[in-house]
């Protein structure tokens, strides 16, 4: 067996002595008593001991095991654990409307679904009896006394792990996992993930040792992501094969809470979600930031706006740190990448897409095509066009939901959803998503000049409004003086008057990307949408 396959990969790296030790914002909720300081073979026998409870409550090989709880890191943890007795995780977030996790949980019919009891009271209160798609459900905690626990509900601490579940190893190109896309439009898609995909292609690409971007014996790599999606699955295994010296955990963005744990052990690396980084902005301008010894910074996920990677460049003390933009999907994986530097980003007055520019495809690994979205015919360089990539690790398909696979597949190529412009030299520069396009203009774009000109704005998003004309929406603690307004988006096209909300006011995906569908369907009631959403 492979020692990168996710079920074993922690007892290779026991036995090989790894010294990481893992540094936890809070417990993890598989192992509440375990405190917030790990090492790896602690964490081998925890992925051990979850995998004979799996067993124990029935997951079988071939089997769906769900699992949808609060954002921790124990969403990788209990996925290795299937996929140790066979088993396939199906990791879906918490941030699921009871109704949408209902549609999901049918669609897997799970024989164990791991979940919290509060998410069974959620669904419960919307009328939505969660566990009837499961055979099992395990709960992570016991609940309160009276809940009125159902036959076929249990918890965790109750089943037993006194003997450790055999190996089960699938072929490597039978489903391995189920991960959910981000669900910026409707339901998520339930994407399907085999061995030879996730971890011969993705993870181990990533295992490689690529100068920079692979973690040293001495670095101290953080992670503030969205632990319910595919990416947290890969880079458990291929970070801690590399072995860094200590792997910071970050659960909860909050500043203070964030702020507390990496000040005790300053990172070196740091991987976020974008809307992590903004909410850091305040912790990157202190005096004695805890991001003053990082050399390398990486964003996935969604857009990133120039101002929010200047502000942590600037805030590290190294001579040259890096900024690391990819550009991928669930379903294909990484498919470019560029490294910001503070030289590149050192202009602000001017419009231009800094960040847009996407970089190149990852040469060897991916083909990218830009064509027309009306014939998908082949576009000149230069031109708009839809893009389309070619990759080995594409997935197996939509579970559920084969029709609106084929809707996304020409032979070898997977149409992106997402409109670009593809330079001479081969570089991808991203317009807007096909769903949220307006004519003539780039949203993204937009943004990124309204954020670098107005700091006191949080996020700003650009959809399409009643009267034809953009509207923009501005995330911000407080009004925006029309003067300072005017004078930003002096040179842009015509916009409308900008609304402005509060952060808790504008609705977001498990990894912080803005629902605008759902924003514009809550406050823009008559706005006009120009893209047809067929691959979305």
Same mark, same amino acid.
Not at 265 to 287: C, D, F, G, K
Not at 468 to 497: C, F, M, N, S
């Given at each position: 067996?492979?020692?990168?396959?996710?079920?074993?990969?922690?007892?290779?790296?026991?036995?090989?002595?790894?010294?990481?030790?893992?540094?936890?914002?809070?417990?993890?909720?598989?192992?509440?008593?375990?405190?917030?300081?790990?090492?790896?073979?602690?964490?081998?026998?925890?992925?051990?001991?979850?995998?004979?409870?799996?067993?124990?409550?029935?997951?079988?090989?071939?089997?769906?095991?769900?699992?949808?709880?609060?954002?921790?890191?124990?969403?990788?943890?209990?996925?290795?654990?299937?996929?140790?007795?066979?088993?396939?995780?199906?990791?879906?977030?918490?941030?699921?409307?009871?109704?949408?996790?209902?549609?999901?949980?049918?669609?897997?019919?799970?024989?164990?679904?791991?979940?919290?009891?509060?998410?069974?009271?959620?669904?419960?209160?919307?009328?939505?009896?969660?566990?009837?798609?499961?055979?099992?459900?395990?709960?992570?905690?016991?609940?309160?006394?009276?809940?009125?626990?159902?036959?076929?509900?249990? /918890?965790?601490?109750?089943?037993?792990?006194?003997?450790? /579940?055999?190996?089960?190893?699938?072929?490597?190109?039978?489903?391995?996992?189920?991960?959910?896309?981000?669900?910026?439009?409707?339901?998520?898609?339930?994407?399907?993930?085999?061995?030879?995909?996730?971890?011969?292609?993705?993870?181990?690409?990533?295992?490689?040792?690529?100068?920079?971007?692979?973690?040293?014996?001495?670095?101290?790599?953080?992670?503030?992501?969205?632990?319910?999606?595919?990416?947290?699955?890969?880079?458990?295994?291929?970070?801690?094969?590399?072995?860094?010296?200590?792997?910071?955990?970050?659960?909860?963005?909050?500043?203070?809470?964030?702020?507390?744990?990496?000040?005790?052990?300053?990172?070196?690396?740091?991987?976020?979600?974008?809307?992590?980084?903004?909410?850091?902005?305040?912790?990157?301008?202190?005096?004695?930031?805890?991001?003053?010894?990082?050399?390398?910074?990486?964003?996935?996920?969604?857009?990133?706006?120039?101002?929010?990677?200047?502000?942590?460049?600037?805030?590290?003390?190294?001579?040259?740190?890096?900024?690391?933009?990819?550009?991928?999907?669930?379903?294909?994986?990484?498919?470019?990448?560029?490294?910001?530097?503070?030289?590149?980003?050192?202009?602000?007055?001017?419009?231009?897409?800094?960040?847009?520019?996407?970089?190149?495809?990852?040469?060897?690994?991916?083909?990218?095509?830009?064509?027309?979205?009306?014939?998908?015919?082949?576009?000149?360089?230069?031109?708009?066009?839809?893009?389309?990539?070619?990759?080995?690790?594409?997935?197996?398909?939509?579970?559920?939901?084969?029709?609106?696979?084929?809707?996304?597949?020409?032979?070898?190529?997977?149409?992106?959803?997402?409109?670009?412009?593809?330079?001479?030299?081969?570089?991808?520069?991203?317009?807007?998503?096909?769903?949220?396009?307006?004519?003539?203009?780039?949203?993204?774009?937009?943004?990124?000049?309204?954020?670098?000109?107005?700091?006191?704005?949080?996020?700003?998003?650009?959809?399409?409004?009643?009267?034809?004309?953009?509207?923009?929406?501005?995330?911000?603690?407080?009004?925006?003086?029309?003067?300072?307004?005017?004078?930003?988006?002096?040179?842009?096209?015509?916009?409308?008057?900008?609304?402005?909300?509060?952060?808790?006011?504008?609705?977001?995906?498990?990894?912080?990307?803005?629902?605008?569908?759902?924003?514009?369907?809550?406050?823009?009631?008559?706005?006009?949408?120009?893209?047809?959403?067929?691959?979305?």
């Amino acid at each position: 067996m492979k020692p990168l396959h996710p079920g074993i990969v922690f007892d290779a790296l026991a036995r090989r002595r790894s010294p990481t030790v893992v540094h936890l914002s809070r417990p993890l909720d598989l192992a509440p008593d375990a405190g917030t300081r790990l090492t790896v073979p602690q964490v081998a026998a925890l992925v051990r001991v979850t995998a004979a409870r799996l067993a124990a409550a029935g997951a079988r090989p071939g089997d769906h095991v769900a699992v949808v709880k609060r954002n921790h890191w124990d969403y990788a943890l209990i996925a290795c654990a299937a996929a140790r007795i066979g088993a396939v995780p199906a990791l879906l977030s918490d941030h699921l409307d009871p109704h949408v996790l209902d549609t999901l949980l049918d669609r897997l019919q799970p024989a164990v679904l791991v979940t919290e009891t509060r998410l069974l009271r959620a669904g419960s209160a919307a009328g939505v009896e969660l566990t009837r798609h499961a055979g099992l459900t395990v709960t992570l905690d016991r609940g309160a006394p009276g809940d009125g626990r159902r036959a076929n509900v249990t /918890a965790l601490q109750d089943l037993p792990d006194v003997r450790s /579940a055999p190996i089960r190893r699938r072929a490597d190109g039978l489903p391995l996992v189920v991960l959910q896309t981000s669900g910026t439009t409707g339901a998520p898609k339930l994407v399907v993930h085999s061995t030879t995909t996730l971890i011969r292609r993705l993870t181990g690409f990533e295992a490689l040792p690529w100068p920079v971007l692979t973690a040293g014996r001495e670095d101290v790599f953080a992670s503030a992501t969205s632990f319910a999606h595919g990416r947290a699955l890969s880079w458990t295994v291929s970070t801690f094969w590399h072995q860094p010296r200590e792997v910071v955990i970050v659960a909860d963005p909050d500043p203070e809470v964030a702020g507390r744990l990496l000040a005790e052990h300053p990172p070196t690396i740091v991987e976020a979600l974008p809307s992590t980084y903004v909410r850091w902005h305040r912790l990157a301008a202190q005096e004695r930031n805890p991001f003053r010894d990082v050399r390398l910074y990486i964003s996935t996920f969604d857009a990133v706006h120039p101002p929010t990677v200047r502000a942590f460049l600037q805030a590290s003390r190294r001579r040259f740190p890096l900024w690391m933009q990819g550009w991928g999907q669930t379903e294909t994986g990484p498919l470019t990448f560029r490294f910001f530097t503070r030289r590149a980003l050192a202009k602000r007055a001017q419009r231009h897409p800094t960040t847009r520019n996407l970089g190149w495809a990852l040469p060897g690994w991916v083909g990218l095509q830009v064509v027309d979205r009306h014939t998908f015919r082949p576009v000149p360089r230069g031109e708009v066009g839809l893009v389309l990539s070619r990759t080995k690790a594409r997935c197996l398909g939509y579970l559920g939901e084969q029709d609106r696979w084929r809707e996304k597949v020409r032979g070898p190529w997977f149409n992106t959803g997402d409109l670009a412009v593809r330079s001479r030299s081969g570089a991808v520069r991203l317009l807007d998503r096909e769903v949220d396009m307006i004519p003539g203009i780039s949203c993204v774009e937009l943004e990124d000049v309204i954020q670098d000109r107005l700091p006191e704005v949080e996020e700003a998003v650009v959809l399409g409004g009643v009267d034809r004309t953009a509207q923009p929406v501005l995330i911000a603690d407080g009004p925006v003086e029309p003067a300072r307004w005017k004078e930003a988006v002096r040179d842009l096209p015509a916009l409308a008057e900008p609304l402005v909300l509060e952060r808790d006011a504008v609705p977001r995906t498990a990894t912080g990307k803005v629902r605008r569908h759902e924003l514009r369907e809550r406050y823009l009631a008559g706005a006009i949408g120009h893209g047809t959403g067929r691959w979305t």
